[in-house]
């Protein structure tokens, strides 16, 4: 018996309601695991609705339950298990949970080593829990599937929030042009992110202020994606991480769904940005663990720049 700890966890699938603050088992990590002592852990929109939350599958598969949510962690390796060399006790390290894996709302979670990387020594836990889902789709979709290079034109759909401030930071780093689309209220704050001009989704429309655009990265779907594709210039990329994106028939672009994958490298080369000073995690704040389902609560109805953070210890 390993011990037990203080878990947030959901005994059947639902909402936020659903989620209990309770004395839980702590996990005993496995082959090519580490146990993680969680300092802190960030939640996401939509994430108690996904299957894999819930389940032992991505798209549907067996129940997983009780499940514990939030798949960001930021904290210090408690326990090495079998066959890890790479990481030791003591260290400061976060990263993505796979999706299918019980989260970091919790004292402690385990977490294969491989997809973990140092903290960014510069930043606190709570920062860096801001950083790795968020940060990883951002980089995901502007480098490994949209491939950005300098001086392309990209436009980032919901720059205010938690993918799309960091996209629009990383893709400013990358050397492109960026325009986001906001809130009025958000303008100033996502061209402090460096953005070249800001969009107010509600009372202007974007179609008819940006065209010949490179990429496209959506992180609103809906209306917001259908209007996209008369923005881009032929042969042009558009990124959708909310829903998958359908170009239209005969049209001379790209589509790319994809969902975010855990990623050591891909870590490293947001701490390395961090580390340079071209990437500050946005955190709109920080609660306290047994204040988890507040926090998917918030998610759901109140305006936010950023991630919503829980402080675990
Ligand atoms: N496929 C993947 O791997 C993946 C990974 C991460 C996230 N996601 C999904 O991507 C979506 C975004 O995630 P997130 O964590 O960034 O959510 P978020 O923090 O809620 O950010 C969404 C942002 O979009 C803005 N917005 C809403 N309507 C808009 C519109 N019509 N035009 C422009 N901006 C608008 C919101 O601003 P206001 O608050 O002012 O309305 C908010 O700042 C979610 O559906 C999430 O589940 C998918």
Redesign the pocket.
């Known amino acids: 018996m390993n011990g037990t700890m203080r878990a947030v966890r959901g005994h059947r699938r639902g909402g936020p309601e659903e989620l209990v603050c309770e004395g839980a088992p702590k996990p005993v990590p496995g082959h090519g695991d580490v146990l993680v002592e969680v300092r802190a852990a960030s939640v996401?929109?939509?994430e108690l609705d996904w299957d894999a939350t819930w389940t032992d599958g991505l798209d549907g598969g067996g129940p997983r339950l009780p499940a514990v949510p939030s798949k960001e962690v930021s904290g210090v390796v408690a326990e090495l298990g079998h066959g890890v060399t790479d990481l030791r006790t003591g260290q400061a390290v976060y990263g993505l949970i796979p999706f299918t894996r019980d989260g970091a709302a919790a004292e402690y979670v385990t977490v294969p080593a491989a997809v973990l990387a140092a903290k960014p020594g510069s930043l606190d836990h709570e920062r860096t829990a801001a950083l790795p889902?968020?940060g990883l789709?951002a980089w995901q979709g502007l480098v490994d599937h949209a491939g950005v290079v300098p001086g392309q034109r990209v436009l980032v759909?919901?720059g205010?929030?938690?993918?799309?401030s960091l996209a629009v930071q990383i893709a400013d780093a990358l050397g492109a042009g960026v325009t986001a689309?906001?809130?009025a209220r958000?303008a100033d704050f996502v061209r402090g992110l460096g953005a070249d001009t800001v969009i107010d989704?509600a009372g202007r429309r974007f179609e008819d202020e940006v065209e010949d655009v490179d990429v496209v990265l959506d992180?609103?779907?809906g209306d917001?994606l259908a209007r996209s594709w008369q923005v881009l210039r032929p042969g042009g990329v558009l990124v959708g991480?909310?829903e998958p994106p359908t170009a239209p028939e005969g049209a001379d672009v790209r589509a790319v769904f994809?969902?975010?994958e855990p990623d050591r490298a891909g870590l490293e080369e947001l701490t390395a940005l961090v580390e340079a000073g071209r990437l500050v995690p946005q955190v709109d704040r920080i609660l306290p663990l047994e204040d988890t389902p507040s926090a998917y609560a918030a998610?759901e109805r109140e305006?936010?720049r950023g991630k919503i953070v829980l402080r675990v210890s």
């Open positions: 996401t929109a939509g889902l968020a789709t759909h919901g205010a929030g938690g993918v799309g689309t906001a809130s958000d989704h992180t609103v779907g917001t991480v909310a994809f969902v975010v998610l305006h936010r």
